[in-house]
């Protein structure tokens, strides 16, 4: 696999879209995404307001992922000053297990670096143990006391507290 990952192109938000709400549609049967949908889909918003890369794989988009570069964005969420966050990491279920996710993830603390971050803020389902497993093997830690919950769902924070002086 030649994974290149970057910025979403106009002519590729159709394609992060479908992939987007496919990938957290398979994470659970029951899971009624209800509205959450249709922000999902909405590439073009998240891409005007904040930083959405994709990951390539050849002509075909794999992944996705919303870098928020800090706490005044619509697409923050509880941020604290001096984060950024991450939101809506999402690889097509098809690629999954092939790196593109921690490719992803690795831009965002890279792009974290380089705006002279704090840290990195995202949250999560409790049933994306998948993706859990990939924010701790990059250092991010479970952090309870920012936990959210929404009705019907439980929402999981993690933080990743950033070196300055790297």
């Known amino acids: ?8 192109r106009r002519a590729e938000y159709d394609a992060l879209a479908g992939l987007t709400v496919a990938a957290y549609r398979a994470l659970r049967s029951d899971w009624d995404l209800g509205g959450y949908a249709d922000e999902l889909a909405d590439v073009e918003a998240r ?3 904040a930083e ?3 990951a390539v794989d050849g002509a075909e988009v794999i ?14 969420e509880d941020l604290r000053e001096g984060e950024v966050g991450v939101r809506m990491l999402a690889v097509l279920p098809a690629a999954q297990g ?3 996710g921690r490719a992803l993830m690795a831009a965002c603390i890279e792009r974290a670096h380089a705006l002279g971050a704090a840290g990195i803020a995202l949250h999560s389902t409790a049933w994306m143990t998948v993706a859990h497993r990939l924010y701790e093997s990059l250092g991010f830690v479970r952090t309870p006391s920012r936990d959210l919950t ?10 990743l507290t950033l070196d300055r002086c790297r």
């Open 1 to 8: 696999m030649a994974l290149e990952v970057r910025r979403v």
């Open 150 to 159: 929404y009705p019907d769902v439980e929402i999981l924070s993690f933080v």
């Open 63 to 76: 992944g996705g992922v919303t870098f928020v570069p800090g706490p005044g964005n619509p697409y923050a």
């Open 98 to 100: 092939k790196g593109a």
């Open 47 to 49: 891409a005007a307001a």
């Open 52 to 54: 959405v890369l994709v």
